[in-house]
């Protein structure tokens, strides 16, 4: 079917599935496409496809369509007036120093919801983030483990933050291609809770803030990998595929979704995908499995 990609995510309740949201060609109801471990997946771009701005959420916390169905870059999903309308834009640039609100709604919303401050361990890289909810943000993320150090509303979250990023050298964000060179990488548990307390130990005895959990009632480090099916069993690293102007052919039988990285198996071979590239594009979509010839990873690139 031909499909307008509006989303990808991930439905939390009662457990975690990773989905795409899209409506059919000539029709503006939503659907659910579920990708599910051992289900098949065709996705498929023409060349030279447009890219449209897919909106904004508004203050009711509904969708609200482009104005100007703007056209935009591969790499972009909003354009400015909608990314600008976003009902919490504030806190994508909020730094902790003072409060500028994107809305008086979004003020109220920041001030009486608590935030947590977190650890998580991800690509072979420990970060430091806040969310006010650490566990969506560790699976939409593709985290490997993660722990929360910190709770509080307002400023004083996202203050913490980055004074934790500035001491101890710690990235807010990690690029979705570290993410993809460390799918297949095995990871070693022990060694992972060691850096996290390391960092956790000296973030005790070096900070002061009243929104630090007591060291006492941490909870423990949680390990997310339960959530990506088989992706932990892969040995070596998957053939990357991704949307440009030449379009994007890929078919499988999904092993896993970690984050927003799609892998499927075809024939003998491997093969991911970010998802979150396919927002605002027309593509064809089913639950077909197709074999697949002669396709290159980026890597074989660079």
């Not at 932990?232 to 994007?248: E, F, R, Y």
């Amino acid at each position: 079917m031909d499909a307008f990609i509006q989303l990808f995510g991930w439905k939390m309740k009662p457990h975690p599935e990773p989905y795409i949201l899209f409506t059919e060609h000539g029709s503006e109801q939503d659907n659910i496409l579920f990708l599910k471990k051992g289900k098949s997946v065709t996705i498929k771009v023409e060349p030279e496809q447009e890219k449209f701005c897919v909106g904004f959420s508004n203050s009711a916390r509904k969708h609200v369509t482009c104005p100007t169905v703007e056209v935009l870059p591969l790499n972009r999903v909003q354009c400015q007036r909608c990314a600008l309308s976003e009902f919490y834009i504030c806190k994508a640039i909020c730094q902790g120093d003072f409060c500028h609100p994107s809305s008086e709604e979004a003020n109220e919303y920041c001030w009486r919801t608590l935030a947590h401050v977190y650890l998580t361990h991800i690509a072979g890289r420990i970060k430091v983030g806040s969310s006010t909810n650490p566990m969506r943000r560790w699976i939409g993320q593709g985290s490997d483990a993660g722990i929360s150090v910190a709770v509080g509303v307002g400023l004083a979250p996202r203050a913490l933050e980055q004074q934790i990023s500035t001491k101890f050298s710690l990235p807010l964000a990690v690029r979705i291609s570290q993410k993809m060179k460390s799918i297949g990488k095995e990871i070693n548990k022990d060694q992972v809770k060691n850096e996290l307390q390391s960092i956790i130990d000296e973030i005790y005895a070096t900070m002061k803030s009243e929104i630090l959990i007591p060291k006492k009632e941490l909870d423990s480090v949680v390990f997310l990998d339960k959530y990506y099916s088989d992706i932990h069993s892969l040995t070596a690293q998957p053939l990357v595929l991704k949307l440009d102007k030449t379009g994007l052919d890929i078919s499988g039988k999904i092993v896993g979704v970690k984050g927003s990285i799609l892998i499927v198996k075809n024939v003998e071979t491997h093969y991911a995908l970010n998802l979150d590239s396919l927002v605002g594009i027309q593509a064809h979509l089913s639950q077909d499995y197709e074999e697949m010839k002669g396709q290159k990873s980026l890597f074989d690139f660079v």
